[in-house]
């Protein structure tokens, strides 16, 4: 990406939120909307437009869990772990998933194709244990059907 | 902007024959259109409407008439008396008193959260009216006194008290901010108002923002809810349409305005000195107080922080008046309490009960009993701050105070129900791990402390713990509680004193006879194949993954404890039961 390319980009983004106070948050959110993550040289030109140090921008991405460094799999699939999916027997859902794509937690496999990701709680307890593929929700999910729901999402590409 | 249009429920009480409801839905459906009524009525097919074993359920709103034990032959007559005209057929009348009281969740799934007119016609709005059309800030807050709301966050801190205090700071700017930060793991009350009723909340925030005397609030919510982010957005928008938001609202002096701000997935947050942090675009860690919010909050101004589920009561009890709210609850606690009941029990979803009810009310009469056949062992509340209370103490009624005598709180209002298949060690694991992840690190007590506790934790469930260790977790525990800066580590604790309080026993098995009785805590497992069953198939010799499975057909087969990982997989393949898990 050339600086230029992401100037014009950022554009529209400060100048929403450029002197309203306490808005570094919210261009966060907008930029990691935009590109999907919120890469380096972003940040870069960020501070410069915003007249922020990096620093200070490192500080609050590192901080808050929402905010990735990297670019994000093509497909993220999330694991609930929250109390009532854990009691209904997520953990194992978990290890399958884990299993079938021989990542941990918060990584992306080889092939860029997905990412997985453990959440507290996506507020649907009643469908308990949940996971979730990219905006999809799959309630009840029992270990045997994670390959099916994975493998729909692999053969999509 | 009455509308007369007339909301039908049908809902199966029974859960149980939902194909027949396709039918009763059908022919209800046709019965209408016969009538020539379609215009005037939608049929909608609740899946859940808080009643249980009484048959199929019409509920016809708004006059919130409920029919229960319908027949397909008695159709007729209901839209013969209550959709066409105003009666009601008397002998299908629901009349048990209702366990469940609608004050909070009053409009959810009632009107459409995306339509200001819908929320208008169900008096909102009405409240704001009431108070820029004769009511001052004191008289506002007044009234919040004779209700006794308290704050639905967790804490119970008198809502007309934070009102009156930031209200009596000095400072050139006032804020209120909405905390929609909702974190609990196992709670979603907070969304469910927002996605299903974002001007209730609104309209509790203006008034706030009007009795406090600030000019502007901030409605602080999860990213994680892209729902109720959307139509919050949309319905301050409609306000700011109608007047209801802005410059001189209603023509009034009183101006307010209302922005949103995200989270960003950090569980302290939910805080209210880490959310003003957040809010100023800074790490979301908490500070020391004195000086509270209500002195010196948020760019050090005079700030009130409420929560979703408090200021949706607002507008009601305005409308209503603090008397009539004060009604409802126990003597220190009124009102109602939304909890989001889950984990082992049958009906799991929102319940909007008065205080002072029981847990056993909650779990077996609304929630209709436990999910499969295990007998119940405990309720947690208040999520990652709260404890957990034991079977012999589910008939105390559920207010603040009681809740915490038994080592609990009141929390947001996650309520999840467990059953002996739970391993209590493995509870206060998960809750901790928790809290641990989402320290912000900023104090010592609560780093260090959390992260110790959780290695003595892991050591009893792994078997390597000793007695000693339950001191040890104990006084960790005392020193965060005391020691801690903020909520979060100060109650970081409490999942396990409360499980050590009632649960002992289950700990010291652990330890002494490393056993975990609800088979969850791997290590303590030992896989064994009973011979007697034993088909000799070889299935689970070929799943092994570490070859652990030995012998032959003629003698049987053997699982070597030395070399097994105690994956499980042996017991899974088995078709025959012939592997024994202790």
Same mark, same amino acid.
């Given at each position: 990406?050339?600086?230029?390319?992401?100037?014009?980009?950022?554009?529209?983004?400060?100048?929403?939120?450029?002197?309203?106070?306490?808005?570094?948050?919210?261009?966060?959110?907008? +930029?990691?909307?935009?590109?999907?993550?919120?890469?380096?040289?972003?940040?870069?030109?960020?501070? =410069?437009?915003?007249?922020?140090?990096?620093?200070?921008?490192?500080? +609050?991405?590192?901080?808050?869990?929402?905010?990735?460094?990297?670019?994000?799999?093509?497909? =993220?699939?999330?694991?609930?772990?929250?109390?009532?999916?854990?009691? &209904?027997?997520?953990?194992?859902?978990?290890?399958?998933?884990?299993?079938?794509?021989?990542?941990?937690?918060?990584?992306?496999?080889?092939?860029?194709?997905?990412?997985?990701? +453990?959440?507290?709680?996506?507020?649907?307890?009643?469908?308990?244990?949940?996971?979730?593929?990219?905006?999809?929700?799959?309630? &009840? +999910?029992?270990?045997?059907?994670?390959?099916?729901?994975?493998?729909?999402?692999?053969?999509?590409? | 902007?009455?509308?007369?249009?007339?909301?039908?429920?049908?809902?199966?009480?029974?859960?149980?024959?939902?194909?027949?409801?396709?039918?009763?839905?059908?022919?209800?459906?046709?019965?209408?259109?016969?009538?020539?009524?379609?215009?005037?009525?939608?049929?909608?097919?609740?899946?859940?409407?808080?009643?249980?074993? !009484?048959?199929?359920?019409?509920?016809?709103?708004?006059? /919130?008439?409920?029919?229960?034990?319908?027949?397909?032959?008695?159709?007729?007559?209901?839209?013969?008396?209550? #959709?066409?005209?105003?009666?009601?057929?008397?002998?299908?009348?629901?009349? $048990?008193?209702?366990?469940?009281? %609608?004050? #909070?969740?009053?409009?959810? /799934?009632?009107?459409?959260?995306?339509?200001?007119? $819908?929320? *208008?016609?169900?008096?909102?709005? /009405?409240?704001?009216?009431?108070?820029?059309?004769?009511?001052?800030?004191?008289?506002?807050?007044?009234?919040?006194?004779?209700?006794?709301?308290?704050?639905?966050? /967790?804490?119970?801190? @008198?809502?007309?008290?934070?009102?009156?205090?930031?209200?009596?700071?000095?400072?050139?700017? !006032?804020?209120?901010?909405?905390?929609?930060?909702?974190?609990?793991?196992?709670?979603?009350?907070?969304?469910?108002?927002?996605?299903?009723?974002?001007?209730?909340?609104?309209?509790?925030?203006?008034?706030?923002?009007?009795?406090?005397?600030?000019?502007?609030?901030?409605?602080?919510?999860?990213?994680?809810?892209?729902?109720?982010?959307?139509?919050?957005?949309?319905?301050?928008?409609?306000?700011?349409?109608?007047?209801?938001?802005?410059?001189?609202?209603?023509?009034?002096?009183?101006?307010?305005?209302?922005?949103?701000?995200?989270?960003?997935?950090?569980?302290?947050?939910?805080?209210?000195?880490?959310? *003003?942090?957040?809010?100023?675009?800074?790490?979301?860690?908490?500070?020391?107080?004195?000086?509270?919010?209500?002195?010196?909050?948020?760019?050090?101004?005079?700030?009130?922080?409420?929560?979703?589920?408090?200021?949706?009561?607002?507008?009601?009890?305005?409308?209503?008046?603090?008397?009539?709210?004060?009604?409802?609850?126990?003597?220190?606690?009124?009102?109602?309490?939304?909890?989001?009941?889950?984990?082992?029990?049958?009906?799991?979803?929102?319940?909007?009960?008065?205080?002072?009810?029981?847990?056993?009310? *909650?779990?077996?009469?609304?929630?209709?009993?436990?999910?499969?056949?295990? @007998?119940?062992?405990?309720?947690?509340?208040?999520?990652?701050?709260?404890?957990?209370?034991?079977?012999?103490?589910?008939?105390?009624?559920?207010?603040?105070?009681?809740?915490?005598?038994?080592?609990?709180?009141?929390?947001?209002?996650?309520?999840?129900?467990?059953?002996?298949?739970?391993?209590?060690?493995?509870?206060?694991?998960?809750?901790?791990?928790?809290?641990?992840?989402?320290?912000?690190?900023?104090?010592?007590?609560?780093?260090?402390?959390?992260?110790?506790?959780?290695?003595?934790?892991?050591?009893?469930?792994?078997?390597?713990?000793?007695?000693?260790?339950?001191?040890?977790? %104990?006084?960790?525990?005392?020193?965060?509680?005391?020691?801690?800066?903020?909520?979060?580590?100060?109650?970081?604790?409490?999942?396990?004193?409360?499980?050590?309080?009632?649960?002992?026993?289950?700990?010291?098995?652990?330890?002494?006879?490393?056993?975990?009785?609800?088979?969850?805590?791997?290590?303590?497992?030992?896989?064994? *194949?009973?011979?007697?069953?034993?088909?000799?198939?070889?299935?689970?010799?070929?799943?092994?993954?570490?070859?652990?499975?030995?012998?032959?057909?003629?003698?049987?087969?053997?699982?070597?404890?030395?070399?097994?990982?105690?994956?499980?997989?042996?017991? $899974?393949?088995?078709?025959?039961?012939?592997?024994?898990?202790?």
């Amino acid at each position: 990406m050339c600086s230029e390319h992401i100037l014009e980009q950022l554009k529209p983004i400060v100048e929403e939120w450029k002197g309203k106070e306490g808005s570094l948050i919210m261009v966060l959110h907008a +930029v990691q909307n935009h590109f999907g993550y919120v890469p380096r040289e972003v940040s870069l030109q960020l501070s =410069r437009l915003l007249e922020i140090p990096l620093a200070r921008i490192y500080e +609050v991405i590192t901080f808050y869990n929402y905010f990735k460094l990297e670019p994000p799999g093509k497909h =993220r699939i999330s694991v609930c772990l929250g109390t009532a999916c854990y009691l &209904k027997g997520a953990p194992v859902i978990l290890e399958e998933v884990k299993s079938i794509l021989s990542v941990k937690e918060g990584e992306t496999t080889k092939d860029g194709l997905f990412h997985l990701d +453990v959440v507290r709680c996506l507020g649907c307890c009643g469908l308990a244990p949940v996971m979730m593929v990219d905006d999809k929700v799959y309630g &009840k +999910v029992s270990k045997g059907q994670v390959m099916e729901i994975v493998s729909k999402y692999g053969k999509e590409g | 902007m009455e509308t007369d249009r007339k909301i039908i429920l049908l809902a199966d009480t029974e859960q149980s024959q939902q194909d027949k409801l396709r039918d009763f839905y059908t022919s209800f459906a046709n019965q209408i259109k016969d009538k020539g009524l379609e215009d005037a009525v939608s049929l909608v097919r609740a899946s859940d409407i808080g009643i249980y074993g !009484k048959g199929f359920a019409v509920k016809i709103l708004p006059r /919130g008439i409920v029919y229960t034990g319908v027949k397909e032959s008695d159709i007729g007559a209901i839209i013969d008396a209550s #959709v066409k005209g105003q009666g009601t057929v008397e002998r299908l009348l629901f009349s $048990e008193e209702p366990k469940q009281i %609608r004050i #909070v969740l009053r409009n959810c /799934g009632v009107i459409d959260p995306e339509s200001i007119d $819908e929320y *208008i016609a169900c008096r909102g709005y /009405g409240a704001l009216k009431k108070i820029l059309s004769g009511m001052n800030p004191a008289g506002v807050i007044e009234e919040m006194k004779k209700s006794g709301l308290r704050g639905r966050g /967790g804490a119970g801190y @008198p809502t007309w008290m934070k009102w009156k205090f930031t209200r009596e700071s000095q400072g050139d700017r !006032k804020y209120v901010i909405c905390n929609a930060d909702e974190g609990d793991p196992g709670a979603y009350m907070d969304r469910s108002v927002l996605e299903g009723d974002p001007h209730s909340v609104i309209e509790g925030l203006i008034i706030a923002g009007y009795a406090i005397g600030a000019g502007m609030g901030y409605m602080y919510i999860r990213a994680e809810y892209p729902l109720a982010v959307e139509r919050v957005k949309k319905a301050i928008g409609q306000a700011y349409e109608c007047g209801l938001l802005g410059k001189n609202i209603l023509g009034t002096d009183f101006s307010f305005d209302i922005d949103i701000r995200l989270g960003a997935g950090a569980f302290v947050c939910g805080e209210e000195t880490a959310l *003003i942090a957040s809010i100023e675009g800074k790490r979301g860690t908490p500070r020391p107080r004195p000086p509270y919010p209500s002195v010196s909050g948020l760019w050090c101004k005079p700030t009130a922080i409420n929560n979703v589920e408090t200021l949706a009561n607002v507008p009601y009890i305005i409308m209503e008046g603090g008397d009539k709210f004060a009604l409802i609850g126990t003597e220190k606690s009124k009102g109602t309490k939304v909890f989001a009941l889950t984990g082992k029990v049958r009906n799991s979803g929102l319940v909007e009960v008065p205080m002072g009810i029981t847990l056993r009310e *909650i779990v077996f009469d609304i929630g209709g009993g436990m999910l499969g056949d295990k @007998p119940i062992k405990a309720v947690q509340t208040g999520g990652p701050s709260g404890g957990v209370i034991p079977v012999d103490q589910l008939d105390t009624p559920v207010d603040y105070e009681n809740l915490q005598k038994l080592g609990s709180i009141m929390g947001s209002g996650g309520m999840i129900v467990m059953d002996e298949s739970d391993c209590i060690v493995d509870i206060a694991k998960f809750y901790l791990g928790f809290c641990v992840e989402e320290s912000c690190g900023k104090c010592a007590p609560c780093r260090i402390g959390g992260y110790q506790m959780l290695n003595l934790l892991n050591g009893i469930a792994e078997g390597s713990g000793s007695l000693e260790d339950l001191d040890k977790l %104990r006084r960790v525990a005392l020193a965060m509680q005391r020691a801690s800066l903020c909520a979060l580590g100060q109650t970081a604790a409490n999942p396990v004193m409360s499980t050590l309080r009632y649960f002992e026993q289950e700990y010291r098995e652990h330890i002494v006879n490393r056993k975990c009785r609800s088979h969850k805590c791997r290590s303590l497992m030992t896989y064994s *194949i009973i011979q007697d069953k034993c088909k000799r198939c070889r299935v689970c010799v070929i799943n092994c993954p570490v070859n652990a499975i030995e012998g032959d057909r003629e003698k049987g087969f053997f699982i070597d404890v030395s070399k097994c990982v105690k994956c499980g997989k042996c017991f $899974e393949v088995c078709k025959f039961q012939a592997i024994a898990k202790e």
